[in-house]
């Protein structure tokens, strides 16, 4: 089994600032990548980072140059720090990993059950 942790998410005023953790456990032979998404109501679970376990990252449009995706390989941990929080960054944010649960075995993908972070404005 496999268990992905989120831990972070909270209720902020625009502007301020939230870190989301998020920890992998279980049999796992190897993390490919983690990363975030997140779900508005009524809208469609979107990328919100990603990180490759060699360090490469991705961000979405909107949260390039406030949020920052970094990765705990030893850990198997991914963080989100999320800076300059607008109310449209309101949303559950989901953490997903990417991984091998043993050498032989094929990489699949897992999921966290979500963290509620809401920005006041």
């Known amino acids: 089994q496999v268990q992905l942790a989120e831990s972070g998410g909270g209720l902020v005023q625009a502007g301020g600032s939230l870190r989301l953790s998020c920890v992998a456990s279980?049999?796992?032979?190897?993390?490919?990548?983690m990363a975030w998404y997140r779900q508005a109501p009524g809208k469609q679970r979107d990328l919100v980072a990603r990180?490759?376990?060699?360090?490469?990252?991705n961000y979405a449009e909107p949260v390039k140059g406030r949020f920052t995706i970094s990765m705990d390989n030893a850990k198997n941990t991914v963080y989100l720090q999320m800076n300059s929080l607008k109310s449209e960054d309101t949303a559950v944010y989901y953490c997903?990993?990417?991984?091998?649960?043993?050498?032989?075995?094929?990489?699949?993908?897992?999921w966290g059950q979500g963290t509620q972070v809401t920005v006041s404005s």
């Open positions: 990180v490759i376990s060699g360090g490469s990252t």
């Open positions: 279980g049999t796992i032979f190897r993390v490919n990548t």
């Open positions: 997903n990993a990417n991984l091998k649960r043993a050498v032989l075995s094929p990489s699949s993908d897992y």
